[in-house]
């Protein structure tokens, strides 16, 4: 178990430029989540991925975002025309079933729009 | 739409001490899940407690319990015996039990603060 990974750390970008974040969940969890944390907030559920199927969307994921998981493993999520407002820390997670298991979440992408 | 409140957004406790952290939320469901997570600064979240609301025993992990009042929707977390590694952002969150999303809803957090 070598947790969940993301990439990059931290991505600073400028307004209008799209952005491409990594997730890659422990091996053997078939879901995977993303949510959005800004500061002094607790994190605010995007999407979710069950497999490669995404089964739930937040009303928070605009038409800019856009989310993969190619072949259930790792994920993308895509920001496109990047906004000010989108600066935040995007923590990704899996699970290995529902209910009362916990999420694993990685480390997290800090976004900062300039 | 389910929600969850932390009324303290931060809270400082001296070492080797008790501290309770509260809770509350919001639902109209009777299946569902609670959970504690701990985000020490800099590092990733982890699970510190869960309950199972169908569950009349509170749930209790090492030095953490917590008190879940399920008429009152209240989930507080005490941490007894107080250690500097406790100090953290602690997150309560809900979860539906079926009903299809499986999405875990977040309050705003407490710091916890733990005094030398």
């Known amino acids: 178990d070598t947790g969940v990974s993301q990439n990059p750390r931290h991505k600073i970008t400028k307004r209008g430029q799209n952005v491409t974040f990594r997730c890659d969940p422990i091996?053997?969890?078939?879901?995977l989540y993303w949510y959005r944390q800004t500061l002094g907030q607790g994190p605010e559920f995007l999407t979710y991925?069950?497999?490669?199927?995404?089964?739930?969307k937040s009303r928070l994921l605009s038409d800019r975002f856009s989310a993969e998981r190619p072949k259930g493993s790792f994920s993308t999520l895509e920001i496109q025309r990047t906004e000010q407002g989108d600066s935040a820390m995007y923590l990704c997670?899996?699970?290995?079933?529902?209910?009362?298991?916990?999420?694993?979440f990685g480390n997290g992408t800090r976004l900062t729009v300039t | 739409a389910q929600t969850v409140t932390q009324s303290q957004p931060e809270m400082s406790v001296q070492e080797a001490e008790t501290v309770t952290l509260s809770c509350t939320y919001d639902?109209?469901?009777?299946?569902?899940?609670l959970f504690w997570y701990k985000q020490p600064p800099s590092r990733q979240m982890i699970l510190v407690i869960r309950?199972?609301?169908?569950?009349?025993q509170n749930a209790t992990e090492n030095r953490f319990s917590v008190n879940f009042q399920k008429a009152a929707k209240s989930f507080s977390l005490k941490i007894s015996d107080s250690q500097l590694g406790d100090a953290a952002m602690y997150f309560c969150a809900y979860r539906s039990e079926g009903g299809g999303s499986e999405k875990l809803v977040f309050g705003k957090g407490t710091k916890l603060t733990v005094n030398p």
């Open positions: 091996s053997e969890h078939n879901r």
């Open positions: 309950q199972e609301a169908y569950k009349q």
């Open positions: 997670a899996s699970s290995l079933s529902a209910g009362p298991t916990p999420l694993h």
């Open positions: 639902t109209s469901e009777s299946d569902y899940y």
């Open positions: 991925f069950q497999n490669e199927a995404q089964l739930e």
